[in-house]
């Protein structure tokens, strides 16, 4: 039997009916990646989802074993900490507040925060949001449960919001001279509460969690968050990336847009808008491999920024 042609004498691609497309054509609710799984299997569909929930629980064990357990092989938090008392490691966004305040860095922090931008300039300053920061599981679990509700729209701020914001947070360190943010830092916060409970890390961190499910479908890591801006100005240049390189087997299921914390990446590289490579080289990309994942046609890979072939 003849596949069935389509505008312009190209044959049709069936539309998995769990996918996004096909659930809005039938009126039910989308299960992004469920082809994924019947074409690749539960873990290959998983893989890089599970391999970031091992770097975030990893880190955070890391940091909480010391005062849990007095096995103290991390010192300090996200922010500044001491690794076996010799690697030290600085948030850059902390110490450019610091300078913005007036105070020069001690030497260990300006040497810590030297490894970490040199780190994330090479591999992509997202990589902080999708593979460290432990809020990327409240904004996760939101966006999965938005899905799974079946919830439509919202008020979604800007994208440039964010850097707006980021502008702001350095001018209040400036005016203020202190570091501000960190007070009211989501990151800082959630670290906090776990060692010391949760108390008012409760509200912001639920505050997070109900605005991305009921207001803004990726709001906060996708809109707002300061330090996010930050680390996307360092993902200009990394080698890291990812790549449509099976663009040509797109069915257009939708799915790697559903899952997507900064959907508005994928178009260039699948759809060919503005550039004739499959090469995601938005900054904004958090490398998190959902895409990579719930594909079925496993029409996206983590690659280089060098490698622009098309498969």
């Not at 069936?14 to 994924?36: D, H, N, Q």
């Not at 904004?139 to 964010?162: I, Q």
């Not at 178009?267 to 499959?278: N, T």
Request: hydrophobic share 50%.
């Amino acid at each position: 039997m003849s596949a069935r042609l389509g505008a312009g004498g190209v044959p049709e691609r069936k539309v998995p009916p769990t996918s996004v497309r096909g659930a809005a054509m039938r009126g039910v609710v989308a299960r992004p990646g469920r082809e994924a799984v019947e074409a690749k299997g539960w873990l290959r569909a998983h893989k890089w989802l599970l391999l970031r929930r091992a770097s975030q629980l990893g880190i955070l064990a890391l940091f909480l074993v010391g005062p849990w357990l007095g096995w103290w092989i991390v010192k300090g938090n996200l922010s500044s900490s001491l690794t076996l008392g010799v690697l030290p490691l600085t948030d850059p966004f902390l110490v450019v507040q610091q300078l913005a305040a007036g105070h020069w860095p001690y030497r260990e922090a300006l040497l810590g925060a030297g490894i970490v931008l040199a780190f994330y300039l090479l591999f992509g300053g997202r990589l902080f949001c999708s593979w460290v920061c432990p809020v990327n599981l409240v904004t996760d679990a939101a966006a999965w449960l938005r899905r799974r509700l079946g919830l439509k729209g919202g008020k979604v701020p800007s994208g440039s919001t964010r850097y707006w914001l980021l502008g702001f947070v350095l001018v209040i360190a400036a005016a203020t001279g202190s570091l501000a943010w960190e007070w009211v830092n989501p990151v800082s916060m959630f670290h906090r509460g776990l060692i010391f409970g949760f108390g008012l890390a409760w509200g912001i961190v639920g505050g997070i969690f109900f605005y991305d499910l009921l207001i803004a479908p990726r709001g906060w890591c996708g809109h707002l968050c300061p330090q996010g801006a930050f680390y996307a100005l360092l993902g200009r240049a990394a080698v890291v990336k990812v790549s449509a390189a099976k663009r040509s087997a797109c069915n257009d299921c939708m799915d790697c847009f559903a899952v997507c914390p900064e959907p508005q990446v994928i178009r260039p590289a699948l759809k060919g808008v503005g550039q004739d490579h499959p090469l995601i080289l938005d900054a904004d990309c958090t490398t998190c491999g959902r895409c990579v994942d719930v594909c079925g046609k496993d029409v996206f890979r983590i690659t280089t920024r060098f490698n622009r072939s098309e498969s």
